[in-house]
């Protein structure tokens, strides 16, 4: 089956540092790849999509400068968090879909992010 | 924007019943899915019914769809503690790339 991996699966860092969070399709082309943002007990945010070779969709509210997303190969998206605060912790997660109709979205395992 | 909503928010029930989730939506969709997320981790996509068909089966599983009322209904029969988790129903509208989730219903087995 389509596997999708994301590292880190935890990171601290202090405050005014990036992190960069990376996910992998591991068997199969992504040419698009979804970043989403779930604080405790509560549903997905989705906060940006990504396309390979061109520039990432944010939804509204969603600071483009702030979440960098790149996604520069087939199989490869990052999203850089810049100049973390306590307010960035969180719980990111990205998916992927293998490319045909009415396919399923297959998620990484995420990534626990603090900012202290 | 989320447009699912499902209940009810959290549900606890002892092993060995059954388990219905139920799933409302706003737009029309190509297909509404169903996930399953364990505490701390990502995703699992568990069925996907298709905007066509009515009713769908895979294991313990099944999942009906109402597309007059927007509606979709999760039943996990004969629960296992392994199923403790939280589930969330997905659209995926037509003509949109995305998925919108709803916000999930954390069920509770009880052994």
């Known amino acids: 089956g389509a596997v999708v991996s994301q590292h880190p699966s935890r990171v601290i860092c202090k405050s005014g540092t990036s992190v960069k969070i990376e996910c992998r399709s591991l068997d199969f082309q992504a040419t698009t790849m979804f970043w989403y943002r779930q604080f405790p007990k509560q549903s997905l945010m989705l906060m940006a999509t990504s396309n390979e070779g061109s520039k990432a969709t944010y939804e509204q509210g969603v600071e483009k400068d702030k979440f960098l997303i790149n996604h520069a190969s087939l199989t490869l998206s990052t999203l850089t968090v810049t100049s973390a605060h306590p307010e960035d912790s969180s719980f990111y997660i990205c998916?992927?879909?293998?490319?045909?109709?009415?396919?399923?979205?297959?998620f990484g395992n995420g990534t626990r992010l603090t900012v202290t | 924007s989320q447009q699912g909503e499902e209940d009810p928010q959290a549900l606890s029930i002892q092993e060995g019943e059954n388990a219905t989730m139920n799933c409302s939506y706003k737009?029309?969709?190509?297909?509404l899915q169903w996930y399953r997320q364990n505490s701390g981790r990502g995703l699992v996509h568990l069925i996907l019914?298709?905007?066509?068909?009515r009713e769908k089966h895979s294991g313990r599983l099944r999942v009906t769809l109402d597309t007059s009322k927007k509606s979709s209904s999760l039943l996990i029969t004969a629960s296992r503690a392994a199923d403790t988790a939280s589930y969330f129903c997905a659209t995926d509208a037509e003509g949109a790339q995305k998925l919108v989730f709803g916000q999930g219903t954390r069920l509770t087995i009880n052994p």
């Open positions: 737009t029309s969709i190509n297909n």
């Open positions: 019914i298709r905007s066509n068909e």
């Open positions: 998916s992927a879909r293998v490319p045909r109709p009415n396919s399923p979205l297959h």
